[in-house]
């Protein structure tokens, strides 16, 4: 920085804030990185302001708003957008619908560089377009151009730090099960929650059926919506511990590798998870039909990109996987799942 009169400062970029009476109370006059214009010079001395810090603008030193927007440029990957930068910082927004991944090891390689910032929300989280997923600055006011390009350096040949993977447009079938339901006793209330969640996902529903709590019926309806084109399918309710739930049973008759009957994960713990040659068979149990956010939601934005779901990632999700029941669900924009 280097110090220089009022009159002299036209085109220097300031060093600091400006603060100044607006309205019977103090606001910003002048934010730290504006260009002095000239227009400008009687409003500083209207205010008191006879010398400014401005950047001394050596060779080999970058801005922040330029070091921001290349750092942003270096660690952003496919779905995601970059925003101008404000104050110094500049946004990852994402692009599409979908699962955001984030490469750890990479952020944390990038935080040890002196004066770089980067801060990113979790990973593996659902997300839609617009969403701020990361911001990025520099702590000075300039760095030196070493520093970007080490940053640059990083990211080259090496997965993303940030990436949407964008959800899949997967056709739905939905299996009722439940005696009482089936013979009109009781309402079906599952169905329309599902078709919910599949809308908002962007599956469009293309088969579902209510059957009794038999467990050749329901596999026979399994079979009928695979038939019909479904390539993921839900089986709702009869997942519980008690007699007449017999869900798992026809999950296993369909064949297929099952992946977990179980997940640490609270709701939700009754979920069974199984595959039919590439197809998703999932078992959801009755929280489903009542709570905002369960594992159905956690899990459901990992099928969405087509990646198969393996037993270490139903383990993974214990730490994160405890429902803290806030009185006003945020979900997803808490850290449930993730």
Known sequence: MKTVPVEKAEGLILCHDITEIKDGGKGPGFRRG????REDIPHLLRIGKRHLYVWDTEPGLVHEDDAARRIAAAISG????????CEGRVNLTAACQGQLT???????????????????????????????LAGTRVIPLAVPESTVAL?????????PLLAVQPFLPLRAGIVITGSEVYSGKVE????????RKFAAWGSPV????????????????????LSNGAQLVVVSGGMSVDPDDKTPAAIRAVGGEVITYGAPVFPGAMFMLAYRENTPILGLPGCVMYRRATIFDVIMPRIL??????????TSLAHGGLCAS??????PHCAFGV
Not at 326 to 331: A, F, K, M, N, R
Request: hydrophobic letters at 35%; proline letters at 9%; charged letters at 25%.
């Open 305 to 314: 990109t087509g990646r198969r779901v393996t037993p270490h990632d139903i």
């Open 34 to 37: 504006h260009v002095v214009r």
């Open 78 to 85: 496919p779905g995601t957008c970059c925003t101008g930068p």
């Open 102 to 132: 984030v490469h750890l090891d990479l952020l944390a390689q990038l935080n040890s560089i002196p004066h770089v910032t980067i801060a990113t929300k979790r990973a593996l989280r659902e997300v839609r377009p617009g969403e701020i």
């Open 206 to 225: 293309i088969f579902q059926e209510i059957v009794p709590d038999e467990p050749g019926l329901t596999a026979d309806a399994i079979r009928r919506a």
């Open 326 to 331: 806030c009185p006003d669900c945020i979900y």
């Open 188 to 195: 079906d209330a599952f169905g329309p929650v599902l078709r």
């Open 151 to 159: 940053v640059e350096n990083c990211c080259k040949n090496t997965e």
